[in-house]
């Protein structure tokens, strides 16, 4: 999706290379701003809370792309989105972490790093074949994705206890 979405807006929506740089720069900025806040907030509320949220709300942007009818909109849009995917990364990694014990932390978080690669590269494989039927097909499907892995975490994954729980036991 993303790795497609710039010659969308090109395009689709008229977008220079020069608009598409400083919109994905700016997204940028936004998940490096966002990040550590949404971190903060995960401490206090729990991590599973937020990559649902965050799942959910980079499935309906993902989706809901195509029907932005503006360009200028996506330079709103685009980091909107990127708050959110830091509302799943963020969380995701400490909730990681909070699962694994010490011994097996490091080989765990390599490993969540080859699949995120891996899961990149799959769905850059995925969005270069349903290309052909139209952009708004690799929206609905990487919308789907991120709805899907909202579920999984939802329904499968626990949420560790709280670390002033922790030190109250």
């Known amino acids: 999706f993303i790795v497609y979405m710039p010659t969308w807006l090109e395009e689709a929506r008229g977008a220079s290379a020069i608009d598409v740089a400083f919109m994905f720069l700016l997204g ?5 701003v966002a990040s550590p806040l949404v971190g903060r ?3 206090r509320v ?4 937020l990559i649902v949220l965050g799942s959910f709300g980079v499935g309906i942007f993902f989706a809901t792309t195509p029907a932005v009818p503006k360009l200028w909109m996506f330079w709103v849009f685009f980091p909107i ?3 959110l995917v830091a509302a799943r990364i963020t969380p995701l990694q400490a909730l990681l972490s909070a699962l694994t014990g010490p011994e ?3 080989s765990l978080m390599s490993l969540n790093m080859s699949t995120s690669q891996l899961g990149f590269g799959l769905g850059s494989a995925v969005a270069g074949v349903a290309w052909t039927y139209g ?3 690799n929206a609905w499907i990487s919308g789907s994705a991120a709805t899907l892995a909202a579920a999984i975490v939802l329904f499968f994954v ?3 206890p709280s670390e002033s729980a922790v030190a109250i036991s």
């Open 28 to 32: 940028g900025l936004a998940q490096g």
């Open 41 to 43: 907030l995960s401490d």
């Open 46 to 49: 729990g991590r599973k809370s």
């Open 81 to 83: 989105t990127m708050i």
């Open 104 to 106: 097996h932390r490091g």
């Open 135 to 137: 952009f708004h097909v």
């Open 158 to 160: 626990p949420e560790p």
